[in-house]
């Protein structure tokens, strides 16, 4: 029996569905890999926005970690939303200590612009955990609040990415999904660029995005893909799922994680 690809997502719950360990644990699923997770916080989320979080004490995330680890072992990790400099520093420190590679998502506010992540958790969050990332995946919005770089065009996406890497991470992936126009990223390693388009899909149904590319791009890894190919892949697979979101609730609904075995029932 050929055991499937270990992924861990490191990260909050959602409890709507549509992002954080759900979208994660969806996403793993669709593409083939084993997710398990360690939770970090919980939301009471919907359609409509966060109504309230809660974070899991430190010895809880510290125990869920080293429960999967020892065990079953992991081939990629993506940490996602991590509230506190205290979590900051203990996913950090965790991984420092891992072979295997780290998709950080540096999640800070929601698709309603909820805020999840404590200011004071910044700079831990340049100087502990982008240092033990594999690849970064900030969106423009994170980009701002991690460097102080307000992007409006390619040019500032290049620069944005120079900064970002200066705090240490192997890779940065900008998004620009929130310029006008076609839907670009920035990926780069200071070396090489890669610049990966797609159509821009008119659909409002895009929550979990962020969630779901990290977690394709960290299954891409688990696989023992290369950076760039994880990254086209997971590009590729989250541009599908948000031409297929749909309505749910009364606000913004969901990308479709099952887009690919939808047809298949």
Avoid at 139 to 166: F, H, I, K, P, Y
Avoid at 170 to 178: A, N, Q
Avoid at 240 to 252: H, R, T
């Amino acid at each position: 029996m050929t055991v499937p690809p270990r992924v861990l997502t490191i990260a909050g719950s959602d409890s709507g569905g549509g992002a954080g360990i759900q979208a994660d644990l969806k996403t793993m699923l669709a593409l083939g890999a084993h997710g398990m997770s360690v939770l970090t916080a919980v939301t009471a989320q919907n359609s409509l926005g966060v109504q309230g979080a809660w974070e899991i004490p430190v010895e809880a995330v510290r125990a869920q970690y080293r429960s999967v680890v020892d065990d079953i072992g992991v081939q990629a990790v993506k940490t996602g939303m991590l509230a506190s400099p205290a979590l900051v520093t203990e996913v950090a420190e965790l991984l420092a200590d891992s072979a295997a590679p780290v998709v950080v998502d540096p999640v800070s506010v929601s698709k309603h612009g909820d805020k999840l992540l404590a200011d004071e958790a910044l700079d831990a969050v340049r100087n502990e955990l982008l240092p033990v990332a594999t690849v970064a995946t900030p969106n423009l919005d994170e980009v701002a609040q991690l460097t102080g770089l307000v992007v409006t065009d390619e040019a500032g996406m290049r620069l944005a990415a120079a900064r970002l890497l200066s705090y240490g991470p192997r890779w940065v992936l900008v998004k620009g999904g929130h310029l006008p126009g076609e839907a670009v990223d920035l990926l780069t390693d200071g070396a090489e660029e890669h610049w990966l388009r797609a159509p821009r899909h008119d659909n409002r149904h895009t929550h979990g995005t962020g969630c779901t590319l990290a977690s394709a791009v960290a299954v891409g890894l688990a696989q023992g893909r290369p950076v760039p190919d994880a990254v086209r892949r997971a590009k590729d697979y989250v541009t599908a799922a948000i031409a297929a979101g749909f309505a749910l609730g009364a606000g913004i609904g969901p990308v479709d994680h099952g887009w690919g075995i939808r047809g298949l029932n």
